[in-house]
């Protein structure tokens, strides 16, 4: 078994082939110089911390006591599918029964002349550290594009006493995926934080001299910043798949069980795009932290020979200010929506097809006040349940009924 990225998803399909029965040889492939390590932190813990660390999913002893080989600081150049060979960067090769490729998605570029070494992407602990260094009070830092990794970003480096303005070229931040209701507290937190925030606004230029960063905004107006960090949204490494001949549709196209167009050719995580059952079939693909855990280990079944069709629900979130957002489903499938209060100032929005099926929930709220709604959410969803929408929105009914029901 080869499992060609290094990741959450990769580290986490090799353990689960081990925790399996599988006794044969598994070569994880990484191109960074550490152990499978979760990226959600970078942006949050790391970031803020005054002495950022890896979150490894596994150690060195666990690997070796599971004869799992990880090669460091390599990538895969090529596929030769008829051998069933990888061929690696540094001349050397793997055969291959069964490959996985759990190669992530990489950032999307900002495709404007300007950018110099004060313009910076997040997606590793390497560039984690070099927009640390440059947190401290009294910095000034611009953040072109308001979503998930933008705003957590807004949210440390104000932790930290930098100045930050967060650039959002949309209406209104996190205008994918998250309620207006919803986005509008973030937005207020952010701002009662000492963040500044400019939506709609484009930009017409970016000068980076190396010692700031200038960024003219559609208006006229100049944001100058110490540091720019970039965060328009992520597109799957798929160049590896592609050049190998496999089916690419917004990602590696893969099937129920996450096999490509060959047979002997899994893909997960963020670099695929899969048909979702409890949407139709509908094919997406999903940049997200336990979708990376749940189709890691999925992967690894299925390249056992299990068979499993992916049945889970998407769940996404993110934690900023002492607020947790958290979302069950995929909330652009509903037409109606209902709101439950918790208290707290904690509230759910239930997304609802026309046919009445809860098929997304969104909330927010303190701490872990909308947690285990948003779970049981969770669970109605993937029953495709048809509650009564003055049930969803009394908090009087419990949705654990509603669940047993």
């Not at 893969?254 to 167009?261: G, K, W, Y």
């Not at 670099?271 to 890691?296: D, H, I, K, M, T």
């Not at 904690?346 to 779970?375: C, K, Q, W, Y």
Request: glycine letters at 12%.
């Amino acid at each position: 078994m080869v499992i060609v990225g290094a990741g959450e998803c990769g580290g986490r399909a090799a353990l689960a082939l081990r925790d399996l029965g599988y006794e044969g040889p598994v070569t994880l492939v990484g191109d960074e110089p550490h152990l499978p390590y979760e990226r959600p932190p970078l942006s949050k813990e790391a970031m803020a911390s005054e002495t950022p660390e890896i979150r490894a999913i596994t150690s060195d002893e666990l690997l070796a006591e599971k004869s799992i080989r990880h090669l460091r600081s390599v990538r895969a150049a090529g596929i030769d599918r008829t051998a069933h060979v990888v061929r690696l960067s540094d001349g050397a090769s793997l055969s291959y029964d069964k490959l996985l490729l759990a190669t992530g998605s990489t950032p999307r570029k900002l495709p404007m002349p300007g950018l110099g070494s004060r313009c910076v992407y997040l997606r590793t602990f390497a560039d984690a550290l070099a927009i640390r260094a440059h947190l401290r009070a009294g910095s000034r830092i611009a953040i072109v594009g308001g979503g998930f990794i933008g705003l957590e970003l807004a949210a440390s480096a104000r932790k930290l006493g930098a100045s930050v303005t967060v650039i959002e070229a949309q209406p209104r931040i996190l205008m994918r995926g998250v309620p207006v209701e919803i986005a509008g507290i973030v937005h207020d937190a952010h701002e009662a934080e000492g963040v500044k925030i400019l939506a709609g606004q484009g930009i017409t230029a970016i000068a980076d001299d190396s010692a700031e960063v200038r960024v003219t905004l559609a208006d006229g107006k100049d944001i100058v910043a110490d540091l720019s960090v970039i965060g328009i949204g992520a597109v799957p490494v798929t160049t590896l798949a592609a050049e190998a001949g496999l089916t690419i549709d917004n990602g590696i196209a893969v099937d129920a069980e996450l096999r490509t167009s060959d047979p002997d050719v899994f893909a997960a995580g963020d670099c695929c795009s899969f048909p979702l059952a409890v949407y139709g079939g509908r094919r997406v693909r999903l940049e997200a932290w336990r979708n990376a855990q749940e189709q890691g280990a999925l992967a690894a079944r299925n390249m056992l020979g299990a068979g499993e069709a992916h049945a889970a629900v998407p769940w996404f979130w993110s934690d900023q200010y002492g607020l947790s957002l958290q979302i069950a489903g995929l909330s652009d499938e509903g037409r109606g929506i209902v709101r439950r209060d918790l208290g707290e100032g904690a509230f759910i929005l239930f997304h609802l097809a026309e046919d009445g099926r809860l098929v997304a929930a969104s909330g927010i709220g303190p701490g872990n006040t909308v947690a285990r709604d948003i779970r049981l959410a969770e669970m109605l969803i993937g029953k495709r349940a048809k509650p009564a929408p003055e049930a969803l929105g009394s908090p009087d009914v419990k949705l654990k009924a509603l669940l047993a029901a």
